[in-house]
């Protein structure tokens, strides 16, 4: 597999472990240094797109931001089992809008 076609997530177990099934890379974590060893790991690895929980991600806002501007990887955030924050569809919302310049998601909101 070419190295930009590498797809990891990372999260709790429960919340990544079936993606495995799909063919994903997964990355258990258990721990917030644990999270960012493992994300900094994906990221000089070649991974084209790390799925992250949401509730990670809230917990390695700085450590994402630094990849925001970059091309790859595509950090994207998932709903984990404890439910949806929203934070994952707002990130997708102000990518967007800043890639097109409006919000073409959401305008009839």
């Known amino acids: ?3 930009d076609n590498k ?3 990372i999260g709790d177990y429960d919340s ?3 993606f495995a099934a799909l063919g994903l ?3 258990p974590v258990e721990g917030e240094e644990d ?3 493992i994300l900094r790991n994906l990221t000089s690895s070649g991974y ?3 799925y992250i929980t949401e509730e990670l991600a809230a917990i390695l806002k700085k450590q ?3 990849y925001k501007e970059s091309m790859t990887p595509a ?3 998932i709903p984990g089992v404890k439910g949806n924050t929203g934070d994952g569809i707002m990130a997708v919302r102000r990518s967007v809008e800043q890639a097109v310049g409006s919000d073409i998601l959401f305008s009839g909101n």
């Open 1 to 3: 597999m070419d190295d």
């Open 7 to 9: 797809i990891a997530v």
């Open 16 to 18: 990544i472990y079936g």
């Open 25 to 27: 890379s997964t990355f």
């Open 35 to 37: 999270a960012a060893r």
């Open 48 to 50: 084209g797109i790390i």
């Open 64 to 66: 994402i931001e630094k």
């Open 75 to 77: 950090i994207i955030q």
